[in-house]
Antibody, heavy 117, light 108 residues
Framework: QLQLQESGPGLVKPSETLSLTCTVSGGSISSSSYYWGWIRQPPGKGLEWIGSIYFSGSTYYNPSLKSRVTISVDTSKNQFSLKLTSVTAADTAMYYC?????????WGQGTLVTVSS | SSELTQDPAVSVALGQTVRITCQGDSLRSYYASWYQQKPGQAPVLVIYAKNNRPSGIPDRFSGSTSGNTASLTITGAQAEDEADYYCNSRDSSGNHVVFGGGTKLTVL
């Protein structure tokens, strides 16, 4: 069974870069059928798509975050990663990674990232 | 702001049928998917590609689309269906994913 696990610092200072990694197990990130995405959810608010990547490296980003986001993939480690630069308190959220086919059918448990000095 | 619009809250009596809707122009071109999220948990896919249920999702959950509106119907709502429900699809360009603002379902 496919499992996704987010990892990274839970606390980031304002203006710094948020970095998270999603490790995929029980399946290959190089599957041609799926994209791999990041979604976030501020406390008490709704879901926001951040961006997605294909195993070849093709990326799609939320236009509202595009200038600050980079998503990359490491097929040798079966991982994909998120970098979000110049963070502010508004970036405080639960960050989820997910497998995206026709829909996001498998999600990680999420990791809470707080932006605070 | 989201390109998909959902009612913030809906309630249903136990055992009754409830419809949760999602409106957006992109739904004329792209199917909606629906996710259930309970407090403290990650979202779970319940409907995809208009009206397909992943393995393990009860058949009381169904989906439909008419024009620019997608609907999630729960026939015979159970107490465990109380949750937040999110629709998602593509935006009008087709290149980006969008989520609706979510609907909080209360089972009375």
């Amino acid at each position: 069974q496919l499992q996704l696990q987010e990892s990274g610092p839970g606390l980031v200072k304002p203006s710094e870069t948020l970095s998270l990694t999603c490790t995929v197990s029980g399946g290959s990130i190089s599957s041609s059928s799926y994209y791999w995405g990041w979604i976030r959810q501020p406390p008490g608010k709704g879901l926001e798509w951040i961006g997605s990547i294909y195993f070849s490296g093709s990326t799609y980003y939320n236009p509202s975050l595009k200038s600050r986001v980079t998503i990359s993939v490491d097929t040798s480690k079966n991982q994909f990663s998120l970098k979000l630069t110049s963070v502010t308190a508004a970036d405080t959220a639960m960050y989820y990674c997910a497998r995206q086919g026709i829909a996001a059918d498998d999600w990680g448990q999420g990791t809470l990232v707080t932006v605070s000095s | 702001s989201s390109e998909l619009t959902q009612d913030p809250a809906v309630s249903v009596a136990l055992g009754q049928t409830v419809r949760i809707t999602c409106q957006g122009d992109s739904l004329r071109s792209y199917y909606a998917s629906w996710y259930q999220q309970k407090p403290g948990q990650a979202p779970v896919l319940v409907i995809y590609a208009k009206n397909n249920r992943p393995s393990g999702i009860p058949d009381r959950f169904s989906g439909s689309t008419s024009g620019n509106t997608a609907s999630l119907t729960i026939t015979g709502a159970q107490a465990e269906d109380e949750a937040d429900y999110y629709c998602n699809s593509r935006d009008s360009s087709g290149n980006h994913v969008v989520f609706g603002g979510g609907t909080k379902l209360t089972v009375l």
